[in-house]
């Protein structure tokens, strides 16, 4: 049975996409910790630990999460974009990207932000948009 992650990205559930390739595919959070704060995974691979990820999918999936922080730090301001790789939520391989102005806007026990659904539109697209500027 497909993951929750393999569904979004195949489009049977809906997502705020920021980018995809061929192998794999960006969206945002939808429990922040900060605007921003987005979630990149390979498409086809559903191994639950990245450690287990073959070496071409493994540095696919950190060159293509590097682009995306790239693209969130020119469309989100913040002073870095931090990465998290817990994978104890969700059984898929799954990189977090947060923005962040200290170190404790990466904690995840705080309270998650709550944005509309304009709100993670305007993000995504303004992250979508400096992604293809890349």
């Known amino acids: 049975m497909a993951t929750i992650f393999s569904r ?16 794999f595919y960006a969206f945002l959070d939808i429990n922040p910790m900060a605007e921003g704060h ?14 287990h990820l073959d070496e071409a999918t493994y540095t696919g999936l950190c060159s293509f999460a590097r682009k995306v922080a790239l693209a969130i ?7 870095r974009v931090g990465v998290a790789v817990l994978g104890m939520e ?34 995504a697209k303004a992250i979508s948009d400096e992604y293809g500027k890349l």
């Open 8 to 23: 979004i990205a195949a489009g049977e559930i809906p997502s705020y996409k920021v980018a995809e390739s061929g192998e």
């Open 38 to 51: 987005t979630l990149v995974i390979p498409k086809h691979v559903e191994d639950d630990y990245i450690f």
């Open 73 to 79: 730090g020119k469309a989100i301001p913040c002073k």
């Open 90 to 123: 969700v059984p898929h391989t799954h990189i977090h990207l947060v923005p962040l102005n200290s170190e404790s806007d990466m904690d995840f026990r705080k309270k998650k932000l709550e944005l509309s659904g304009e709100e993670f539109e305007r993000i």
